[in-house]
């Protein structure tokens, strides 16, 4: 706001803009005359007047700010154009030196703090092993990844059989259905007695960069039943064991116990059964964090109680696979894998290559050998050397690789693996030359190879390397 405005708003003399020097010195004169010296009555003025008075416009008001920082000669007759040269020189020497000052102090600090400024850009320079731990891990997470609904069997048998011809068998053998809650791997049944709080809870134990680690706990009460579960055992009666299942309905190991002796009797239903049981009370118990589907959750296979679902995953895609539902089967192998894919502990790279050729899943194999071949050495299984060689054949015939490849993979698994073709084609039923029964390459020397690695697998505890190692120099021996 404009001085000339707030002289209008305090009502000093200064409102009288066009009034006459001598006509206010008479006046000042009267009234000292007659009022005895009496000061001069101020005007009343109203400042709120002034809002509603639109006689001054921005302009008018932009003027007189102008007209008051104007120039004008002072005391000593300096000229005001001079002036406000010098005023503008002045003001630009200390905006450079400011301005240098700015920039040296910024300098300074960044000189001081430039490690921590690129830490907290750019984060910790992650070492090489690192990166290569994290890019594995993330390969693996995408491998393992599976599809909550492929792991319901009743979903493949659908498309195997028709949607009509399953959902009638099921009105067949439902009755009245029950309040149990469905699970991601198991549908409970209508037969099965109410789940409480059987004791068996999952932990949530840290974070590996991308990995979740897990591990289940037992309360006492569920400690207490353990011990009599062992104590049946160790007493070599089955109806102890299956007391403690009347007793305690979804007690994990006597479940599996007596699924064992069920399967054993060529009970398979029934074996079948209590295994979904046992595994419904796994699955029951999981941490919200905990999904199967991820592929990135962990369970230590050497703490005991973490053990049980291993097991019961083992046993069910087994079942699940008895019954042509492959895919399925294929699945449940990946859970099983993905839960200690670095150790392996039920050494499922023995068995998902079967399941992912009959559920014909050929590129998921093929990249699964191609990608763990560095770090898992697979080409040195005998199972992967055919089973990719199987895969690329029927990937050649899909027209997606060249044929030639299918036949180099199945020329190197012959060459590393000479004795699996006599049986291989046994099995099979197909008539074998006797050119190739007569060769030793192929013959009964390559049986003997074939036990001897068997037993200095099993007793030696040699690893694949030395076993192919062993294999050549048989080989180079025989033929020289």
Known sequence: MSSRVLRKLQGDTGLRVDSDPEKDAEDDLLSVAAGGGA??????????????QQSLSESEVKEDDDNETEPTQDQDGADP????????????KKKAVKAALAQRSSEDNFDGDEIDQVNRLLG???????????????????LLSIDNRNLNPNNELKRIFGVKIVQSEQRKKSRTRT?????GIVTPKDTWPIIGKQGITMRYCEQKGQ?????????????????????AVESLNPDNVVAVIHSHPYHVDALLQVAELCKMSEDLQMAADLVERALYALEHAFHPLFNLAQGNCRL???RQENRALFIALFKHLTMVGQRACHRTALELSKVVLSLDPDDDPLAMVLVIDLYALRSRQYSWLVRLADEWEASRNLSQLPNFAYSTAVARFHLAVQGAIEMADADASLQLALIMFPGVLS???????????????????FGPKAQTRCVLTYLLLEFGNLNLRCINLLHRVLFFKDLH
Do not use: M, W
Request: glycine share 2%.
């Open 39 to 52: 000061k001069k009555k101020q005007l009343n003025v109203n400042r709120y007047d002034l809002l509603n």
């Open 81 to 92: 154009a001079d002036k406000g040269a010098k005023r503008k020189k002045k003001k630009k």
């Open 124 to 142: 910790p320079v992650a070492s090489a092993e690192s990166v290569q731990h994290a890019a594995e891990v993330q390969r693996t997470k995408e």
């Open 179 to 183: 309040h149990l809650r469905n699970t």
């Open 211 to 231: 990995v979740q680690v897990f591990s289940y706990e037992h309360n006492s009460d569920y400690q207490l039943v353990q011990r009599i579960f062992l104590q």
């Open 300 to 302: 230590d296979y050497c």
């Open 423 to 441: 049986p291989l084609l046994e099995k099979c039923s197909v008539q074998v030359d006797h050119k190739v029964l007569a060769h030793d390459f």
